[in-house]
């Protein structure tokens, strides 16, 4: 399922597609559209309103 995110560097507004069948606690991460940075996003399924509930995190950058 589509759902919506709002970057954590820039605050754009993202979509990000979820496959329910991956489980009902998934770690993803996609690029902004706005600033094409990472973030990392926690998605956790709320039965309550049938959606993926997102937490988004900036990514950490790992040295190289
Ligand atoms: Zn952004």
Partial sequence: MEQLY???HCGE???I??????GERQRLSADCVGCRQVNMITA???FNSN???L???RE????L
């Avoid at 597609?17 to 991956?22: A, C, F, L, R, T």
């Fill in 13 to 15: 507004e993202n979509e």
């Fill in 6 to 8: 709002l970057c954590a």
């Fill in 60 to 63: 950490i950058p790992e040295s």
């Fill in 44 to 46: 956790q399924y709320n």
């Fill in 17 to 22: 597609e979820i496959e329910p069948g991956d």
């Fill in 55 to 57: 937490s988004v995190e």
């Fill in 51 to 53: 959606e993926f509930d």
